[in-house]
């Protein structure tokens, strides 16, 4: 099915260490970005990406790195894992300024 | 400060009682407000976008509604498959490349 896919599902880091969040989306979309989802406070935009090689930062960039190669992909990199980044990451894609998003299954990440 | 507030935090129905969600937003210069739906372990799935003061969008048991400082999101005779999480989003008018959500309305329908 297209749509935006996104790896892996669930991981558990220890404080300080590194990882990179997974997400491809198969329908040319121009825009893709990167929330996160936390208990009471609904999804926060970490990054975002308007096409291939244009970054931006959202509302809670800190502690995110993020690049766009090419169309399909946009990983989230956390540069050294803490607590406070215990959360549901979601990635989403959009065909155009200001249009719907198409959201992945998320990625639940624990950091202890 | 642009915010989007939803309200209630969360309904309970009986299967086929009909209710309304509410969503108000202090962004000036609308430019479209979107509504999700979101089920328990999944990311949000795209329901509707209304662009101007009084368009209405309907699907299924669900019709949304849009004023100039709020949508509603009117449910009519609700099955338990429509219960989940509706949220709703504007976007940011300095920067509508970002999206602002509110937290959204946790919907438990009963049989």
């Known amino acids: 099915n297209a749509g935006v896919t996104q790896t892996p599902k669930f991981q558990v880091l220890k404080t300080g260490q590194s990882m990179t969040l997974q997400c491809a989306q198969d329908?040319?979309?121009?825009?893709m970005s990167w929330y996160r989802q936390d208990p009471g406070m609904g999804l926060r935009l970490i990054h975002y990406?308007?096409?291939?090689?244009?970054?931006d930062q959202g509302e809670v960039p800190n502690g995110y790195n993020v690049s766009r190669s090419t169309t399909e992909d946009f990983p989230l990199r956390l540069l050294s894992a803490a607590p406070s980044q215990t959360s549901v990451y979601f990635c989403?894609?959009?065909?155009?300024?200001?249009?719907?998003?198409?959201f992945g299954s998320g990625t639940r990440l624990t950091v202890v | 400060e642009d915010q989007v507030t939803q309200s209630p935090e969360a309904l309970r129905l009986q299967e086929g009682e009909s209710s309304s969600l509410n969503c108000s937003y202090t962004?000036?210069?609308?430019?479209?407000l979107f509504w999700y739906r979101q089920d328990p372990g999944k990311g949000p799935e795209f329901l509707f976008t209304?662009?101007?003061a009084g368009e209405e969008k309907e699907k299924e048991r669900l019709k949304a509604t849009l004023t100039k400082k709020e949508s509603f999101l009117h449910i009519t005779a609700p099955k338990p498959e429509d219960s989940a999480t509706y949220l709703c989003?504007?976007?940011?008018?300095?920067?509508?490349?970002?999206?602002?959500f509110g937290t959204g309305t946790r919907l438990q329908v009963f049989p």
């Open positions: 989003a504007v976007p940011n008018p300095y920067n509508t490349d970002k999206l602002i």
């Open positions: 990406s308007v096409g291939a090689g244009i970054t």
């Open positions: 962004v000036s210069g609308l430019r479209g």
């Open positions: 209304l662009y101007s």
């Open positions: 329908m040319n979309h121009e825009y």
């Open positions: 989403a894609s959009s065909i155009g300024q200001g249009l719907d998003y198409t």
